[in-house]
């Protein structure tokens, strides 16, 4: 029962975790890299300080290109409907965030065919309003991204640290399996070694007795 006990604990931990952050909002920082003639993700979160006060809000996009000076107005998401308002973006954005709500807390968009003109910093403004029983709070908050666009995809260091974590894990995962099997093996070896030494020591009481008994009959006659 204690094995068991033990085996179940961290189960449901994961599965109180999982319930706890289900539907919880983690602001993630963008990507910076994208590669020539491929699509990317420009990310932008902005999580509510209070999640269970209904709102509504907008998000606007600007880009200032490598070189200049001044941002240009490019993207609007209102009443879940957007615009592209830079004709260096016609056909070329899209909304990746929130979906079918006013409510929105993910501002991400979607850059198609990503040119080497691409480069430069990006500006996401979000402007919320938080609707309270008898009055309107307003807030806002703004993301800077500084976008580099390369001819071939280049791992970071973050990805490569990623991926030996990962074997890592696996390996330490398998020999923690592999010393469990082995306890249990010697677990259930011991047992079963005891349980015959018990059974021996029975049936020897039992053949003593019997030949007792035996004795006695003997005498009798």
Not at 3 to 25: D, K, S
Not at 42 to 62: F, H, N, Q
Not at 113 to 126: K, P
Not at 147 to 158: D, K
Request: aromatic letters at 12%.
């Amino acid at each position: 029962m204690s094995a068991v006990r033990l085996l179940c604990v961290p189960v449901l931990l994961c599965l109180t975790h999982a319930w706890l952050c289900h539907g919880a909002c983690v602001e993630v920082d963008s990507d910076t890299e994208a590669v020539a003639g491929k699509g990317f993700k420009l990310g932008c979160i902005s999580c509510k300080m209070r999640g269970e006060v209904p709102a509504y809000a907008t998000v606007d996009w600007w880009f200032k290109a490598r070189g200049e000076w001044e941002f240009t107005h490019i993207f609007s998401y209102a009443d879940m409907s957007s615009d592209i308002l830079d004709e260096r973006f016609d056909d070329r954005l899209a909304w990746n965030g929130s979906k079918k709500t006013d409510d929105v807390q993910d501002g991400s968009i979607y850059i198609l065919n990503v040119t080497f003109n691409d480069t430069g910093t990006y500006r996401c403004f979000f402007d919320r309003i938080l609707v309270f029983p008898y009055y309107e709070y307003h807030t806002n908050a703004t993301k800077f991204i500084t976008l580099n666009v390369v001819g071939h995809a280049s791992r970071s260091m973050a990805s490569i640290l990623s991926e030996v974590m990962m074997y890592v894990s696996i390996i330490g995962l398998q020999l923690w399996l592999l010393v469990e099997m082995i306890y249990c093996y010697r677990k259930i070896s011991a047992a079963g070694e005891e349980a015959l030494r018990e059974s021996e020591a029975e049936y020897l009481a039992i053949t003593s007795e019997s030949k007792g008994n035996c004795a006695g009959v003997a005498v009798t006659e």
